[in-house]
């Protein structure tokens, strides 16, 4: 990727373009920054299918920069995800919002990958990565390599380019944790389930902050490879997620599944409320009164803790590695499986 190739020049080098393209951030045409009047019909401009003020035509068009610390998103913190101006493709989750002090709304990752596409921006006598919209081509703002883990990436974002949608009924959707061996199996069944609205790969109870894939393979943070489900209740519930996860691993292998050898690997339950607790307790003593396995149900039942996100490019990760080794034999059969065992509580894939 062109940021990649940006990456690979000399850290002297990077840092110096890194704190001149903070400054240059703030630099805007002055006949264009003044234009921030209340949009009016005379204020409008066509943008796709919208009538958008012009002074974020200005800045999704042609490449316009916000001044620093004006942004209404700069210091915002609900909970929810920011779409493009330009078409509402979502970009970002606040998950993912950090304050980097830079005076525009920050970022560490964004919600999929593929939302935003990197173009090569040589202005003002720099080479940055500039960072536009992947389904309507609006400018966004830039990238640049000095942000937290996991990423270590902080996509640095104008305010007028975004429009925030709160968490849809935020008070209704719930959340639930399961490790079950590797994550990129556990990711793909469940994103496909109807009435799940997000599933992502994770690292849940260890010891340490922000561990790397590495760390957590290693055996030595106690963290173990989960999958994070954020659900609608009403659609589907919490028996029926447990239901695949029974389904979808070996409850009695102690540290493992298969191959898959390490406490990162465990079979484990994060309970997020005492109600999920007391559900998943019963399930357990069901299955093991009806002896559904020969040897016992080892699966550890705790609550929710210390967990991340996983790097980036775990996400979504059979989808977009199909012909992984690892992915072709190991997970594609389970998730062939999956969707004939499950047919009827599958989402219609496009």
């Known amino acids: 990727m062109l940021f990649e190739n940006t990456l690979k020049k000399p850290k002297a080098l990077l840092s110096f373009i890194v704190l001149f393209a903070i400054g240059a951030c703030t630099y805007s045409q002055t006949k264009k920054e003044n234009n921030m009047e209340k949009p009016s019909e005379e204020n409008l401009q066509p943008y796709g299918k919208k009538m958008?003020?012009?002074?974020?035509?200005?800045?999704?068009?042609?490449?316009?920069?916000?001044?620093?610390?004006?942004?209404?998103?700069?210091?915002?913190?609900?909970?929810?995800?920011?779409?493009?101006?330009?078409?509402?493709?979502?970009?970002?989750?606040?998950?993912?919002?950090?304050?980097?002090?830079?005076?525009w709304p920050s970022f560490y990752d964004v919600i999929k990958e593929g939302s935003v596409k990197?173009?090569?921006?040589?202005?003002?006598?720099?080479?940055?990565?500039e960072i536009r919209c992947s389904s309507c081509d609006a400018h966004l703002g830039h990238v640049f390599e000095d942000g937290p883990k996991p990423t270590g990436l902080r996509y640095c974002i104008n305010s007028v380019s975004l429009d925030f949608n709160a968490k849809e009924a935020s008070e209704s959707l719930e959340e639930a944790t399961f490790g079950a061996g590797c994550f990129w199996c556990v990711e793909s069944c469940?994103?496909?389930?109807?009435?799940?609205?997000?599933?992502?790969?994770?690292?849940?109870?260890?010891?340490?902050?922000?561990?790397?894939?590495?760390?957590?393979?290693?055996?030595?943070?106690?963290?173990?490879?989960?999958?994070?489900?954020?659900y609608d209740p009403k659609a589907i519930s919490f028996d029926e997620l447990l239901e695949l996860?029974?389904?979808?691993?070996?409850?009695?292998?102690?540290?493992?599944?298969?191959?898959?050898?390490?406490?990162?690997?465990?079979?484990?339950?994060?309970y997020h409320?005492?109600?999920?607790?007391?559900?998943?307790?019963?399930?357990?003593?069901?299955?093991?009164?009806?002896?559904?396995?020969?040897?016992?149900?080892?699966?550890?039942?705790?609550?929710?803790?210390?967990?991340?996100?996983?790097?980036?490019?775990?996400?979504?990760?059979?989808?977009?590695?199909?012909?992984?080794q690892y992915c072709q034999y190991v997970v594609k059969p389970k998730i062939e499986k999956f969707r004939k065992a499950f047919k009827d509580k599958r989402k219609e894939l496009p």
């Open 118 to 129: 990197e173009i090569k921006d040589f202005s003002h006598g720099m080479e940055r990565i």
């Open 245 to 270: 996860f029974w389904w979808i691993h070996d409850p009695t292998q102690l540290n493992r599944q298969g191959n898959d050898v390490g406490t990162q690997y465990r079979s484990v339950i994060f």
């Open 52 to 103: 958008l003020p012009k002074n974020v035509c200005y800045v999704i068009q042609e490449g316009g920069t916000e001044r620093p610390f004006t942004g209404k998103y700069v210091y915002h913190k609900e909970k929810g995800t920011y779409h493009c101006i330009g078409c509402d493709a979502p970009l970002f989750s606040s998950e993912t919002k950090y304050e980097s002090g830079s005076g």
């Open 190 to 230: 469940f994103k496909e389930l109807k009435g799940v609205v997000e599933v992502y790969p994770g690292y849940a109870g260890g010891s340490i902050k922000n561990p790397t894939y590495e760390q957590v393979c290693s055996g030595s943070t106690g963290h173990a490879e989960v999958a994070r489900i954020v």
């Open 273 to 324: 409320s005492e109600s999920q607790k007391e559900k998943a307790q019963s399930y357990i003593n069901r299955l093991t009164k009806e002896k559904v396995w020969n040897s016992p149900i080892v699966t550890e039942l705790t609550a929710v803790n210390n967990f991340y996100r996983a790097e980036a490019y775990h996400h979504d990760y059979f989808a977009n590695n199909p012909d992984n």
